[in-house]
T-cell receptor, first 112, second 112 residues
Framework: EAQVTQNPRYLITVTGKKLTVTCSQN?????MSWYRQDPGLGLRQIYY???????DKGDVPEGYKVSRKEKRNFPLILESPSPNQTSLYFC???????????FGAGTRLSVL | GENVEQHPSTLSVQEGDSAVIKCTYS??????FPWYKQELGKGPQLIID?????GEKKDQRIAVTLNKTAKHFSLHITETQPEDSAVYFC???????????FGRGTSLIVHP
C-alpha cells in the first residue's frame, strides 16, 4: 500500500529537549516536505526536499532542521523546541513539483 | 509571494444539497490548483486537481472550476452526504515552485 508514515503520532516534550519526528514514504517520490497546521492558519510549509541531499526552506523554517540522506526518509529535527512550536505536523511526498502530494497521518506535538 | 484566500470558513448544508467552496489567488503565474479533504484525525487527501490549461474538471459528485482571468477557482460537491463532512483545503502553486500556498480551510458539515 502506498503511504507516508510519520512517527510518533503524539509527542509531549519540554522546552529545549531535542527531538526528531521521522517520515518515510514507499512510493519512490522525489519530493518530500514538512508542514505545520495551526488553527485558522491552514498548512504552512517548513522545509522541502527535491531529492537526496537537496533541501530548502519553506515559509516557516525558523527553529527546524531537516536532512535527506535516503530517498524514502525525511526526518524533522527540533534542536531546542519552544512552546510556539506546539502544533500539528504533517509530512508529505509527491512524484515531482507541481503534482499531487500524499500526506502522512500527522504528529501532534506539545512543547511545555 | 502567492496569497490564497478561501471562503467560507464554515459551511453547513443538509444532506442532498450542493456545497460550493471558493478560493482566490494572487499570483497569475500559478498553474496547479489541488483540493484536499482532511477528515478528523487524518492527514489531507487529494480529492481533485486542475491545471491552468483546463477550465473545469469533474469526478462523480465533485467538480472544480477555474477562472484564470479573475484568478479564482471553486470546488463543487453535489448531492452531499454525511461522509462529506470534513475540512477542505485549496492550494495554488506555480510550475517552477516547490512551495504550494494553501488556503486556511473550510469546515463542511453535512446534516443528515
Amino acid at each position: 500500500e502506498a503511504q507516508v508514515t510519520q512517527n510518533p503520532r503524539y509527542l509531549i516534550t519540554v522546552t529545549g529537549k531535542k527531538l526528531t519526528v521521522t517520515c518515510s514514504q514507499n512510493m519512490n517520490h522525489e519530493y518530500m516536505s514538512w508542514y505545520r497546521q495551526d488553527p485558522g492558519l491552514g498548512l504552512r510549509q517548513i522545509y522541502y526536499s527535491m531529492n537526496v541531499e537537496v533541501t530548502d526552506k519553506g515559509d516557516v523554517p525558523e527553529g527546524y532542521k531537516v536532512s535527506r540522506k535516503e530517498k524514502r526518509n525525511f526526518p524533522l529535527i527540533l534542536e531546542s523546541p519552544s512552546p510556539n512550536q506546539t502544533s500539528l505536523y504533517f509530512c508529505a511526498s509527491s512524484l515531482n513539483r507541481g503534482s499531487a502530494q500524499y500526506f502522512g497521518a500527522g504528529t501532534r506535538l506539545s512543547v511545555l | 509571494g502567492e496569497n490564497v484566500e478561501q471562503h467560507p470558513s464554515t459551511l453547513s448544508v443538509q444532506e442532498g444539497d450542493s456545497a460550493v467552496i471558493k478560493c482566490t489567488y494572487s499570483d497569475s503565474a500559478s498553474n496547479y490548483f489541488p483540493w484536499y479533504k482532511q477528515e478528523l484525525g487524518k492527514g489531507p487527501q487529494l480529492i481533485i486537481d486542475i491545471r491552468s490549461n483546463v477550465g473545469e474538471k469533474k469526478d462523480q459528485r465533485i467538480a472544480v472550476t477555474l477562472n484564470k482571468t479573475a484568478k479564482h477557482f471553486s470546488l463543487h460537491i453535489t448531492e452531499t452526504q454525511p461522509e462529506d463532512s470534513a475540512v477542505y483545503f485549496c492550494a495554488a502553486s506555480r510550475g517552477g515552485s516547490y512551495i504550494p500556498t494553501f488556503g486556511r480551510g473550510t469546515s463542511l458539515i453535512v446534516h443528515p
